[in-house]
Nanobody
Framework: QVQLVESGGGLVQAGGSLRLSCAAS????????MGWFRQAPGKEREFVAAINWSGGSTVYADSAKGRFTISRDNAKNTVYLQMNSLKPEDTAVYYC????????????????WGQGTQVTVSS
């Protein structure tokens, strides 16, 4: 089974930027869609952004459009999330995951999650 390790989180002021990374190991994910999700305190985990296997197609939650950019490097088995113009409401633990299809990555149920990376945006 694939192992996912998220990193790059931290404390940033509103309006700032962070770049998250998700490194996969155990198997190649170059043929899989990759997605980012987040869970704020007291809230359910929600979809943020996803990218297809080639990087040619992306989808974003409305909250991420225009501010976040997902990308991937298949040679490194890694997906990234560039987050700009951060807001306090972006504060959450961010996770990544994989799916065989971009169309279902946002809505399916996952049995496995990595530890995530904490993003805290101060006002």
């Amino acid at each position: 089974q694939v192992q996912l390790v998220e990193s790059g989180g931290g404390l940033v002021q509103a309006g700032g930027s962070l770049r998250l990374s998700c490194a996969a190991s155990g198997r190649t994910v170059s043929n899989y869609a990759m997605g980012w999700f987040r869970q704020a305190p007291g809230k359910e985990r929600e979809f943020v952004a996803a990218i297809n296997w080639s990087g040619g197609s992306t989808v974003y939650a409305d909250s991420a459009k225009g501010r976040f950019t997902i990308s991937r490097d298949n040679a490194k088995n890694t997906v990234y999330l560039q987050m700009n113009s951060l807001k306090p409401e972006d504060t959450a633990v961010y996770y990544c995951n994989t799916d065989s299809r971009l169309a279902t990555i946002a809505s399916r149920t996952y049995d496995y999650w990595g530890q995530g990376t904490q993003v805290t945006v101060s006002s």
